[in-house]
């Protein structure tokens, strides 16, 4: 996608344009998930639940992977429908923690941890989105002549 800073900084100055995706906090929190995910479902003795496992690693990867290929498309009403799964699927992954922790897989305090980040990710996704939104709506410059 590229293009001009996505979203304004704190007193209104524009950010600094956007070239690749691995620039963005969302993915790069996202990857973050992705990594702590994988960690935990490698520990007996959640790693026999083969059904589970594979349904939290690959909600955690969709994240970070739906991030990544909307930013690529090219267009903002793309990269924003994207942006609308990745948050769908952060909102799977908190979804699976309950089925973890109430299952006995992970401690409190694990769960407690793991949904704070996911809800931290929830909101990064969401501001990008919403950003995003915001120039996808705004009326093409004037070209000059």
Same mark, same amino acid.
């Given at each position: 996608?590229?293009?001009?800073?996505?979203?304004?900084?704190?007193?209104?100055? #524009?950010?600094?344009?956007?070239?690749? @995706?691995?620039?963005?906090?969302?993915? =790069? %929190? *996202?990857?973050?998930?992705?990594?702590?995910?994988?960690?935990?479902?490698? #520990?007996?003795?959640?790693?026999?639940? @083969?059904?589970?496992?594979?349904?939290? =690693? %690959? *909600?955690?990867?969709?994240?970070?992977?739906?991030?990544?290929?909307?930013?690529?498309?090219?267009?903002?009403?793309? @990269?924003?429908?994207?942006?609308?799964?990745?948050k769908a699927s952060c909102a799977e992954v908190r979804s699976l923690l309950y089925v973890l922790v109430d299952a006995g897989y992970i401690d409190r305090a694990t769960f407690e941890r793991l949904l704070a980040e996911t809800e931290e990710l929830g909101r990064i996704v969401g501001g990008l989105r919403a950003a995003v939104g915001r120039q996808r709506d705004q009326p093409a410059p004037a070209k000059s002549r």
């Open positions: 996608m590229g293009g001009e800073g996505i979203g304004a900084g704190k007193n209104g100055e #524009r950010r600094a344009k956007v070239e690749r @995706f691995e620039d963005l906090v969302a993915w =790069q %929190r *996202a990857r973050n998930l992705t990594r702590t995910v994988y960690d935990l479902t490698r #520990r007996e003795p959640l790693a026999r639940n @083969f059904g589970l496992v594979s349904q939290v =690693q %690959r *909600a955690a990867v969709s994240i970070m992977s739906n991030i990544a290929e909307g930013f690529e498309r090219g267009g903002r009403a793309e @990269f924003h429908q994207f942006l609308s799964t990745a």
